[in-house]
């Protein structure tokens, strides 16, 4: 299912848009198993929190299996196509992770955006295994804030990002629900207050980059071609 142009819309003017295409029951019942399995036997690349816990597993790609067909499935590229274009590249080196959140975890809950500029954002999906809500910490956003001029530092007490800070909003998620936000929207993790987790996948995608070097191993073409248009091919 693609978007339609009022969804594309959407995303375009909010900077998140909820996807009407949602993982499987049984997928994401899958991955979670994969993924606490790799947590128990702390497969690498892992984080650890400070008391030695696995709390994330990192290179989902690179860990193949279901993580690799989740990231390259239809649910997820059908409407992202309408979104970046027929090409489509996955990025290995941010986000490309697992996160299992509980009451102890501080990752992400301070508001921040995933990129610097506007000229290379990403589109990020998260995807749920857990249901995610105001209890268990479901992601905040401030809605439209991705175009807004660019600040490194959010929290410096300028009166002007206060007025971003103070229009946050939750956006719960049931299990299986992908929410792609454009990772220049100002955005968190909400705090986990219950005794349960809440664990998602963070997955990050470009639009084929028409003039970077074919050869990057940290890209993965996951649908259509590797176009390359740069003009030192005829110099
Ligand atoms: O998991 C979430 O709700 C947000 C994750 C996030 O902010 C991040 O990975 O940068």
Redesign the pocket.
């Known amino acids: 299912m693609l978007l339609t142009p009022q969804e594309v819309q959407l995303f375009r003017h909010n900077g998140f848009i909820k996807l009407p295409t949602r993982l499987s029951g049984d997928l994401v019942e899958a991955l979670k198993a994969a993924a606490l399995k790799d947590i128990r036997e702390a497969v690498e690349p892992v984080a650890r929190n400070k008391d030695g816990r696995v709390i994330r597993i990192s290179d989902l790609w690179g860990r193949g299996g279901i993580c690799r067909e989740t990231i390259v499935c239809d649910e997820i590229l059908n409407p992202l196509e309408a979104l970046l274009g027929p090409n489509i590249e996955f990025v290995r080196n941010r986000?490309n992770h697992v996160?299992l959140r509980d009451r102890d975890s501080t990752a992400?809950l301070e508001l921040?955006r995933?990129v610097r500029h506007w000229s290379r954002t990403i589109v990020t999906v998260?995807v749920y295994l857990e249901d995610t809500n105001l209890e268990n910490g479901?992601?905040h956003v401030v809605p439209g804030s991705h175009i807004l001029p660019d600040f490194v530092n959010l929290n410096d007490g300028d009166p002007l990002h206060q007025i971003a800070l103070d229009q946050v909003i939750p956006v719960p998620m049931k299990a299986g629900g992908l929410l792609a936000i454009d990772s220049m929207i100002i955005?968190?993790?909400?705090k986990n207050r219950t005794d349960g987790t809440r664990m998602?996948m963070?997955l990050g995608y470009h639009t084929v980059d028409e003039l970077a070097p074919p050869d990057n191993p940290k890209r993965v073409l996951v649908r259509g071609d590797r176009i390359y248009k740069g003009n030192d091919t005829n110099w």
Do not use: E
């Open positions: 986000h996160y992400s921040h995933d998260l479901c992601t955005h968190s993790a909400g998602s963070t």
